[in-house]
T-cell receptor, first 114, second 111 residues
């Protein structure tokens, strides 16, 4: 079975500073990886995903994540955050070619201060 | 709006009562998922449908929980004899291929 660890429950950062939200996974087989964002009182939205190909994936709002197979990581980064990025971020893993059910991490609360 | 919708958005009930939640997925999506999310946790999988067939159920889903998707479109999740531990956000998602689209959730409070 696969599992996901998000090491930081909360990450405070000042506006325009860079940020990294960490995600490590455990699986004995190939995986797909996802980052979701949840704004207050809203449902989860897919931010970006890694299925295959280039290990660096990007979102439309400036986030990127890099799949590192040797370190079993899929950390999320943004070079300069905005107040509007304040949200809960969830990393998820799914076995490729298997069940369509992902396993989610506990989430990291990104708090951007002015 | 063509996203996933869930009703009601909030439900307060007394312990022992039955509650039913509805999820309307994106129309062309054949897969539908139910999750439960508690404070400080990520979504926990409950059950999954492909069209009208319920293909997987989590061990978290006790006998008091039942889900249906009778015509392969909307789905309902019923909790019988609610307990205080059932208080949570219940999320529905629909999808095709490798993406899931989540609804806003139904927040259940059991008094």
């Amino acid at each position: 079975a696969q599992s996901v660890t998000q090491l930081d429950s909360q990450v405070p950062v000042f506006e325009e500073a860079p940020v990294e939200l960490r995600c490590n996974y455990s699986s004995s087989v190939s995986v797909y990886l996802f980052w979701y964002v949840q704004y207050p009182n809203q449902g989860l939205q897919l931010l970006l995903k890694y299925l295959s190909g280039s290990t660096l994936v990007e979102s439309i709002n400036g986030f990127e994540a890099e799949f590192n197979k040797s370190q079993t990581s899929f950390h999320l980064r943004k070079p300069s955050v905005h107040i509007s990025d304040t949200a809960e971020y969830f990393c998820a893993v799914r076995i490729s070619g298997g069940s369509y059910i992902p396993t989610f991490g506990r989430g990291t609360s990104l708090i951007v201060h002015p | 709006d063509t996203g996933v919708s869930q009703n009601p958005r909030h439900k307060i009930t007394k312990r022992g009562q039955n509650v039913t939640f509805r999820c309307d997925p994106i129309s062309e999506h054949n897969r539908l998922y139910w999750y439960r999310q508690t404070l400080g946790q990520g979504p926990e999988f409950l059950t999954y449908f492909q069209n009208e067939a319920q293909l997987e159920k989590s061990r978290l889903l006790s006998d008091r929980f039942s889900a249906e998707r009778p015509k392969g479109s909307f789905s309902t999740l019923e909790i019988q004899r609610t307990e205080q531990g059932d208080s949570a956000m219940y999320l529905c998602a629909s999808g095709m291929d490798n993406e899931q689209f989540f609804g806003p959730g139904t927040r259940l409070t059991v008094l």
